[in-house]
């Protein structure tokens, strides 16, 4: 089992900058890769990034790149998502969630993704 705890949401002015991260526990964090979801009310559960077991590859929502940056501390057992220049409609709950299985890609299909935290809300103002 893997436990995941998000933290570091919040309300924001559009331009800001705002970092979150993920705590993961109960397995061995290097095991699986990590994504960072979102989903607003009234829309869909949308992929924003991905980042493999290592580290070495990353893969992000056109919607962020070049805003978003997604790492990971395996010493740490922790997964950031650091997000700049935050506009309005980036406003929604954000959870990181664990994918086990070995894949030759980063998925951004939700259903890919054996565990999940609880999310934690951000809200950017304009």
């Known amino acids: 089992q893997v436990q995941l705890v998000e933290s570091g949401g919040g309300l924001v002015q559009a331009g800001d900058s705002l970092r979150l991260s993920c705590t993961a526990s109960?397995?061995?964090?290097?095991?699986?890769?990590m994504g960072w979801f979102r989903q607003a009310p009234g829309k869909e559960r949308e992929f924003v990034a991905g980042?493999?077991?290592?580290?070495?590859?990353?893969y992000y929502a056109d919607a962020v790149k070049g805003r978003f940056t997604i790492s990971r501390d395996n010493a740490k057992n922790t997964v950031g998502l650091q997000m700049n220049n935050l506009k309005p409609e980036d406003t929604a709950v954000y959870s990181c969630?664990?994918?086990?299985?070995?894949?030759?890609?980063?998925?951004?299909?939700?259903?890919?993704?054996?565990?999940w935290g609880q999310g934690t809300q951000v809200t950017v103002s304009s």
């Open positions: 109960g397995r061995t964090f290097s095991s699986y890769a």
């Open positions: 980042i493999n077991r290592n580290g070495g590859f990353t």
């Open positions: 969630a664990a994918d086990l299985a070995v894949y030759l890609a980063i998925r951004t299909t939700a259903s890919a993704y054996e565990y």
